[in-house]
Nanobody
């Protein structure tokens, strides 16, 4: 069993900052990529950023304002600065994980954490 648990969401004013985190647990053999997607009300889920041990990638909407960080092999954080109302969404952690008992990597998702940017 593999779990991804997000934390750190909440309400923040426009222009403010927020840091959300995600921790993986369970029968983990190896983690390749960890990252974040988000889904705003009435919209499709969209990719925000991801990170491997060697590289980070960002969607255009996140570049210059968000920073993704692999705190350790099983955690990932997203530091969000200069937040805008349009950043309001449920943010989902995802990761490519190979379980100890498996030989292939599979993608896992967290339950999501709400980020609301409003005055």
């Amino acid at each position: 069993q593999v779990q991804l648990v997000e934390s750190g969401g909440g309400l923040v004013q426009p222009g403010g900052s927020l840091r959300i985190s995600c921790a993986a647990s369970g029968s983990i053999g190896s983690i390749n990529l960890m990252g974040w997607y988000r889904q705003a009300p009435g919209k499709q889920r969209e990719w925000v950023a991801d990170a491997t041990a060697f590289d980070t990638n960002y969607a255009d909407a996140a570049k210059g304002r968000f920073t993704i960080c692999r705190d350790d092999a099983k955690t990932v954080a997203l530091q969000m600065n200069s937040l805008k109302p349009e950043d309001t969404a449920v943010y989902y952690c995802n990761a490519e994980i190979r379980r100890v008992e498996d030989t292939v990597f599979k993608r896992y998702w967290g339950q999501g954490t709400q980020v609301t940017v409003s005055s």
